[in-house]
């Protein structure tokens, strides 16, 4: 397997983890409507640059999976809902939120090199489908990490 295949299969991993972070976090502070609103919009991104990697890593040969869509109805998503506003009533959201935010952005900031190797790779191999990739996906992924 060649770097390019490598790196495209690093950041898709990277991003699919992401994604379900930021899901888990919107969830987790769902009594923080900000933090709540921010983080599943920014899971969406993730989401679509995984869609976005696993298209281009067909173009390579590669077999990525397609993001899932978050389970939104449920007994599940019920009880996280409840969890999360049992836990905004007490003292500690704000100790576990700066824990979340710190997780959060040693990922995004992992993403953000592999975004850069991979454009590094597709200037090197002049393949400017990975090139365009990068070039569009990797300016949200450094808003994730503000």
Do not use: F
């Not at 990697?53 to 939104?72: F, M, N, Q, V, Y």
């Not at 049992?86 to 995004?108: F, S, T, Y």
């Amino acid at each position: 397997m060649n770097g390019i295949n490598l790196t495209l299969r690093a950041l898709h991993h990277g991003e699919q983890r992401l994604a379900k972070e930021l899901t888990d976090v919107a969830e987790r502070h769902r009594a923080e409507h900000e933090v709540h609103h921010v983080a599943t919009d920014l899971a969406g991104w993730s989401r679509e640059h995984v869609r976005r990697l696993a298209e281009s890593g067909r173009d390579h040969d590669l077999k990525l999976g397609d993001p899932s869509e978050p389970d939104t109805s449920g007994l599940l998503p019920t009880l996280r809902e409840k969890a999360a506003e049992a836990v905004g009533r007490r003292p500690e959201p704000g100790l576990l939120l700066l824990r979340d935010l710190r997780e959060l952005h040693l990922d995004a900031t992992e993403n953000s090199l592999y975004w850069e190797m991979l454009a590094q790779a597709a200037q090197a191999t002049r393949d400017d489908g990975l090139l365009a990739l990068a070039s569009a996906c990797h300016p949200q992924t450094l808003r994730q990490l503000g």
